[in-house]
């Protein structure tokens, strides 16, 4: 596609239930990056996938949380037994490249805006 | 962990005149790139400047990077009301993603 696309744009949930976030890059970037930004703040960044594998999942939260990538293309974030500080704003972005050593520029989507009631 | 610090946290100038927003980190980059948010969007990426570059233009704004001091300054000469969003740095320190600031929110009042 010609840019970053996220879905859900928007996601209310209930406490305790769980919610998958989808995120379908540009065709072609290897790399792909979730990040999360809650209101007013910096993005803290989660998960990162080369291709099908994540070298650095550091940044998920909680084991509550786990993202896969199909087909070095679309990323699924799942999130279990969702709670109220899960509450943010989920970013996706994708990279033509991204070596050991030296990150490329991001594309961002939109975001997935997840609110926990 | 959050490697870029913007500062200041807020700004807020007439139209027309220039912005300056810092960034400071802590460890050794390859590269320092900027973005800019708009209210409730993603990012989009404004520049990249790499750890040999000291100075770095595009359009209206004007990036410099200084690694003896582990800082870097974005300037947006003749600011404009469209310019009013958040702005991140962000660093490349290799084996690692881009990690961002908490960003500078810049207000330009026409």
């Known amino acids: 596609g010609a840019g970053v696309s996220q879905s859900p744009s928007n996601k209310v949930t209930e406490k305790g239930k769980d919610v998958e976030l989808r995120c379908d890059p540009i065709?072609?970037?290897?790399?792909l990056y979730w990040y999360r930004q809650s209101l007013g703040q910096g993005l803290e960044f989660l998960i990162y996938?080369?291709?099908?594998?994540?070298?650095?999942k550091s940044g998920l939260p909680s084991d509550r949380f786990s993202a896969e990538r199909t087909g070095g293309s679309v990323s699924t974030l799942t999130i279990q037994r969702t709670q109220q500080e899960d509450s943010a704003v989920y970013l996706c972005?994708?990279?033509?490249?991204?070596?050991?050593?030296?990150?490329?520029?991001?594309?961002f989507g939109e975001g997935s805006r997840l609110t926990v009631l | 962990s959050q490697q870029g610090e913007e500062d200041p946290q807020a700004l807020s100038i007439q139209e027309g005149e220039n912005a300056t927003m810092n960034c400071s980190y802590k460890?050794?980059?390859?590269?320092l790139q900027w973005y800019r948010q708009n209210s409730g969007r993603g990012l989009v990426h404004l520049i990249l400047?790499?750890?040999?570059?000291r100075e770095k233009h595009s359009g209206r704004l004007r990036v410099t990077l200084d690694t003896s001091k582990k800082s870097s300054s974005l300037l947006i000469t003749a600011s404009r009301a469209a310019d009013t969003a958040s702005y991140f740095c962000?660093?490349?320190?290799?084996?690692?993603?881009?990690?961002f600031g908490k960003g500078t929110r810049l207000s330009v009042i026409a």
């Open positions: 400047i790499r750890s040999n570059e």
């Open positions: 065709s072609g970037h290897t790399a």
């Open positions: 972005a994708s990279s033509l490249f991204s070596t050991t050593s030296v990150t490329g520029e991001l594309f």
């Open positions: 460890t050794s980059i390859n590269n």
């Open positions: 996938f080369q291709g099908n594998s994540a070298p650095d």
């Open positions: 962000a660093t490349d320190s290799g084996n690692t993603p881009l990690v």
